[in-house]
């Protein structure tokens, strides 16, 4: 398989992912609302939280749509799943409660399950900065080539 | 180049039409562990957030309610 065709794929699947989760939280807005402000360590900046992760996985998906920004859009994506995966982790590790916060069809993992789920999809967002820059770095090679040969 | 756009593309709007599709049906059975339903015993149709205002409210930390598919997810209620 071409490593652009991966690279599509891995997109499709990030793109799948923030779009279905921003919107589910949009949708149920005071639900998300309050359940972000259950959580232990965010209460306090819970009110700047409820909208700052919606509208950055919009962003984030818009960046991977467009090529030309696709590759901003994979680091943005490693990081926020990052961010998330690091947030599981503490909440499974010193939490002395667990909140549900998860939109959608996510809300049917347990918490366990989601933090292998974000952590796979933090893998699949790095390998796609990894075939993305390879790809790129190809292509500039390829483009030197030609115009030293011209 | 064409095709690969509108693989991504394709994906987000199958990400916002599931959105849409789900919020017609997001009743999620969940076991309560206090207030057995009348009916069937224990477990009714809610959601997460209308069981933590009905039966667990307040910040928690006695497990109140858990969902049924997954045993992991709970709801807690103060002690």
Redesign the interface.
Known sequence: MKK??IV??I???L??????AA??KL??F??FK??LS?S?FITRISPMVVWVIPISEIFI?VA??V?RTRLAGLHAAFFLMLLFTGYIFIMLRYS?????SCG??L???????HFVFNGVFAGLSLAGIALQNSNRDHIKNAFAGKKLNT | MKRSISVVSIAALFAVLSAFAGKVDRQIQWWNVDHPYQGTPGIYQLSATQVKMFYCPGANNVECAYLVNSMGTTIKKPQ
């Open positions: 652009n065709t599509e794929i997109s499709a699947l793109v799948f992912l923030f779009l279905y919107l589910s949708l149920e005071d639900r309050y359940q259950q232990p998906s991977l749509l090529r002395p409660y667990l909140p549900c959608g069809v809300a049917g993992l347990s918490w366990k399950q």
